[in-house]
């Protein structure tokens, strides 16, 4: 018998060789029946897609866990979701939005939907098709099936958890039962999301549904398994990779009043950190020790008060460093702390909409409590607050140049607001950490809805303003070590030609080379007319027209609020004109392009 040919891995075969070394003749018999009755239970520690079913023929104990994630939130939910429902008796399976079959909806009879907002209330991108289909005309009727939703969102939008809210009042109007209530959790939702499983999961059953029975065999035998062959856990966001800065480098010229800069850090031998180009990285900052002494003038309260976060006594002043989040205000601070502490003006301000977007756009929580005051409590202060929150950050190298090595492209948030000056948590963290002697806790955010095509060979149209040139340096860098790159072309806006040129020198060493092909700038505040990137393209509209007939991929990247917009309304433009079409005929040409996933968004 060859061990060598057998589906193990090459951890395992050593693993599994050491044990039937050790094993006596009577041992290794009882082992063999061991692992014979284990095989034959059906309990399986991975591969949740395939799940033993429990009762066959009952599909009242069948259940669909669907998930629509962008950051990983929603799939580690649905994954948990899964281990639940599995334990509860309930023959579950669980996809991805971004691969479900949207005719297979109809044939559902137990729908858990896990899904979360992303733009501004808009779905993410795996979960796209779905929306738009259930909002269709070839959406099917679905008075079989019986759904519950989760929603997964952050209350400081105003669109809070739009999608699930979409997907639960559309699966309703198609005739769907409504099993429970939708639960619509905010960025702390680990603790509210598995209650509501717990209480959500039995109900999908016919109550007849047991849970699995455990294997029979109990292993007597102790198998050591020494440190040093434990494999190291990988880093996700729970488990942040506390990574060495190499460089941090000042992408701007001389006489900039605004600062971008350019961060090396070291991923080596990091599990969980390897990504791919169109990925961001998670940052975990903390707040300025300046904030942290305002808040504690402001409040009269003690930086050595002790406070409980988390369940975890500390000083004030250490939660307000590292746990809770002071340079935002969100409406749901707000609705705390008038809960807490009632004030009638403040409460009439967030009635009125417009004017309480308008108060909470560039305030921070010195401003709230400055400008509405109370007797605050450091017990209180704490519980109002929100959690701090991990920034993103699109990669800006390619693990193919850089083995070992994440770079990013960071702006640094700086304004005046409400007559003090104010400072982004994170960027100013990342500017002020010192080279070699800080580390920076970081985890992966893979994107998929971002990514080259796969046939290197496919041309790609890069447009992105600011740091939203992040991610097509990794782009380019990674195309040029692939044999055979198609063309590129890369649009990139700015302020100023002069001291705004982001890695100048790097673009103009890759058209030297030929990794990119053609690259067109536009510095909005150079000349007399403001020039922005749409207007390079539409400058150039007959050859993009060409490129996307050719099979071109089209990238948007940065400001979501206006450039996205522009760049998006120009291409239809484009289309219209230069493929000689109607506008409708035109939007759908780049309706097609983005469900054909040539046109992606990657924008913030
Ligand atoms: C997927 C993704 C990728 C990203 N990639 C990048 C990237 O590559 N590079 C990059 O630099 N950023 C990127 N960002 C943005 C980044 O995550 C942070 O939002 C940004 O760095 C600001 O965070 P901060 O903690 O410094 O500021 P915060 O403390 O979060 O403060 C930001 C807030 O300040 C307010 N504000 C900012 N400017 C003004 C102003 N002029 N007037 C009034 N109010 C203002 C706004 O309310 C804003 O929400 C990305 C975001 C996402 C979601
Ligand atoms: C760029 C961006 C935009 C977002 N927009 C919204 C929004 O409009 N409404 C909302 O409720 N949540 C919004 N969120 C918060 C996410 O929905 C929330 O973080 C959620 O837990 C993500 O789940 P996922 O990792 O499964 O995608 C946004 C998050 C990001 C990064």
Redesign the pocket.
Known sequence: MNINTSPLSDDQIELFTRLTNSLSKEQLAWVSGYLAGFSASGVSSESPEIQEPVAETNIQNTLTILYG???????GLAKKALKMATEQGLNATIKSMADYKVRDLQSEKNLLVIV???????P?FAARELHEFIYSKRAPKLENTTFAVLA????S?F????TGKDFDEQLEKLGAKRLVPRIA?D?D?EEAAENWLKATLPAFGDGKATAKAKPQFRLDIPVKVSVAEKKPEAHTKKNPFMAPVYEKISLHGKGSKRQTLHIELSTENAPGLDYEPGDAAGVYPLNSAELVGDVLAVTGLNAGDFVIFNGVEKKLETALHRNVELSKITTDVVGRYLETYPNKKLKKLSEDTDKFKEYLDGRDIVDLLQDYPSEITAENLIKILRPLQPR?YSIASSPKAYPGELHLTVGVVNYENAGREKYGTCSTYLSEVEVEDEKVPIFIERNPGFRLPENDETPIIMVGAGTGIAPYRAFVQHRELAEKPGKSWLFFGNRNFETEFLYQTEWQGFLKSGALTKMDVAFSRDGDKKVYVQDRLLENAKEVYQWLEEGSNFYICGD?KNMARHVQDTLVKIVEKEGVMTKENAQEYVANLEKERRLQLDV?
């Open positions: 994630s962008r950051t990983g939130n929603g799939e979360s907002t992303h733009g501004e209330g808009v993410p997964l969102g952050d209350s939008y669109q809070f958890c739009k959790c960025v939702f993103y979501m913030y």
